[in-house]
């Protein structure tokens, strides 16, 4: 069974830095392209970035380039993303997502998701 | 930037049919993009309904449909039942390894 389960979610105080987890299983991980997709409260889904199987092909939304890094580590079998500079608008529940394998660009299986606030 | 707009909202009656959509600001969306559909009830994790267009998730039920509609990525629902009751949204494939998301239509079932 696939499982994605996010961590490392929390209060943050504006300028500040997290590192958020997604600890994969039930499929082999470094087949697959993975992303990060938030949702902040009461609003829509916004993608926010991609790495490829290896890790060397890593794809932002315009919004969040510069200050968020996606990365893997495929002996861990966990996708990360490291968050600076945080800003209030960066509140949001994060979700991690598997993309599918085949050229169908969609994704497949979804984590449970973690909540970073961003608050003073 | 690249705005992908769905209606804000929608209401169906039970059995009824509704038929939401996803547009470019500029542009017309096509099979190309890859369009595929998710399915958002609150405090949960989306659920992947449709992709590529038209095809349906392992497990979704026939009453879900997707197409293109006049430039435009559609997903249908036929015979809508009170779970259906829901938050949806479209997402394109942009290329270059660039996805959006679509502003999200709000279903109400009564």
């Known amino acids: 069974e696939v499982q994605l389960l996010e961590s490392g979610g929390g209060l943050v105080q504006p300028g500040g830095s997290l590192r958020l987890s997604c600890a994969a299983s039930?499929?082999?991980?470094?087949?697959?392209?993975m992303s990060w997709v938030r949702q902040t409260p009461g609003r829509g889904l916004e993608w926010v970035s991609v790495?490829?199987?290896?890790?060397?092909?890593?794809y932002y939304a315009a919004s969040v380039r510069g200050r968020l890094t996606i990365s893997r580590d495929n002996t861990k079998n966990t996708l990360y993303l490291q968050v600076n500079s945080l800003r209030a608008e960066d509140t949001a529940v994060y979700y991690c997502?598997?993309?599918?394998?085949?050229?169908?660009?969609?994704?497949?299986?979804w984590g449970q998701g973690t909540l970073v606030t961003v608050s003073s | 930037q690249t705005v992908v707009t769905q209606e804000p909202s929608f209401s169906v009656s039970p059995g009824g049919t509704v038929t939401l959509t996803c547009g470019l600001t500029?542009?017309?969306?096509?099979?190309?993009?890859?369009p595929s559909w998710y399915q958002q009830t609150p405090g949960q994790a989306p659920r992947t309904l449709i992709y590529?267009?038209?095809i349906r998730s392992s497990g979704v039920p026939d009453r879900f449909s997707g197409s293109i509609l006049a430039n435009k990525a559609a997903l249908t629902i036929t015979g809508a039942q009170a779970d259906d009751e829901s938050d949806y949204y479209c997402?394109?494939?942009?290329?270059?390894?660039?996805?959006?998301f679509g502003t999200g239509t709000k279903v109400t079932v009564l």
């Open positions: 997502a598997r993309r599918c394998r085949s050229d169908w660009f969609y994704f497949d299986y």
């Open positions: 039930g499929f082999t991980f470094n087949n697959y392209v």
């Open positions: 790495i490829s199987p290896s890790g060397d092909s890593t």
């Open positions: 500029s542009g017309s969306v096509s099979t190309g993009y890859y």
């Open positions: 590529s267009t038209n």
């Open positions: 997402l394109l494939y942009m290329g270059d390894g660039i996805y959006v």
